[in-house]
């Protein structure tokens, strides 16, 4: 449980033959691409690390389990063919129990539907790894060593104006999914627009039909207005998967304090961002887990240790060269031209695996209690979870 994860080696699409059944793109180490850290620990801390991961189950709220490829300047290709690589093995190696894997951001219905058959049929043909359905299934997934999914999508752009399209999603596995990705939609404001706008009419009924369905609701990438307004319009605690403090540092990607707090009030988790560039702090002109960290405890004094959690919304490969392949088309919101010092990847904050032990490590070595360490890696987000999902 924690550790030791079940792996036996399988690699994405071994069950076809490469560059016959269909074309591969070399791809990136999982782990160790760049120099590893971990946050040094004496032996007592070590052997509690050890002890809290085995005891309790380990959740990210938002991350990319996928690999890039090892060139990154063909991922629009790798991309367009919809045969997103896996790292089994990466996750093998982490203290993950369940993680909230986000698949595309702004696409066409079509889009959607091919690349979440791909994946599944991939998923399909291993045993290390499992959907989530239900919070028995991370439970479950904690006991026997294994790693559930969350299935998501991060915007709602490819539901058009067509309500039941929701319906689709959840039979079809999804769980969890954004109403907005950055640019605004049928549903509401993206974060990226001068104006704000708001949640629409259609937007308020379709988080109504994902109260009912018991699909997780994520405003991560909505406007600050559009936020507030489903807070309001939802039944059900919301989650924002992947911020940061608007308060520490100056971008429309992270939040301010009443949009935090509205978001607590109303039961809901807030998961704290590591992607490149993004959770900087005016003490942390570097990103690395100390920026990361400190907007972890601004958040927490700000809304209490029941409503935080993280969502590194990290990915195995080189992640800055993917955003500079791919800026315009994710409505990069970057922090550049600002005071800060541009890094190659985030120390400490890297991947999934690396993120999973660095945060508990740091906890533990910035002495949280047992009991508050529990909340943040896994139990605020299985608290929603409880309350959401049937």
Known sequence: MGIKKKYTGYKSFDYLERDVDYRAFKPAKETDWVEPYLVPLSASEEERVIRLVTENPVVSAHDHVTVLPEDVTKIRDYLR??????????LSKSCLDCVFE?????????????ELGMRLCDIGHQDSV?????????????????????LSIEGATSIEDELSRIDVLYGLGLRAMGLVYSESNALGTGLREDRDGGLTDFGRRCVERMNKLGMSIDVAHCSDLTILDAVEASKKPILATHIGARALWDIKRLKPDNVLKAIADKG?????????????????LEHDIESVMEHFEYIKNLVGIDHIAF???????????????????????KAFGKTMREVPYVKGMENPTECSWNV????????????????????NIISVLQQVWY
């Open 360 to 379: 508990i490590r740091w906890l533990v070595k910035h002495d949280y209690s047992d009991a508050n360490i529990a909340k943040v890696i896994g139990g």
């Open 130 to 150: 499992i959907i989530a359905h239900k919070v028995d299934d991370i439970l479950r997934a904690h006991k026997e060593a294994k790693v559930a999914l969350v």
């Open 268 to 284: 809901g988790v807030i998961g704290i961002e590591a992607a490149p560039h993004t959770t900087l702090t005016k003490q942390h």
């Open 311 to 333: 969502g590194p919304d990290t990915m195995y490969g080189d992640h800055v060269a993917f955003h500079y392949a791919l800026g315009a088309s994710l409505s990069m919101d």
């Open 81 to 90: 063919r919809g045969r997103r690589v896996t790292a089994f093995e990466g």
């Open 102 to 114: 986000n698949m595309l951001t702004v696409a066409k219905w079509d889009d959607v539907l091919h």
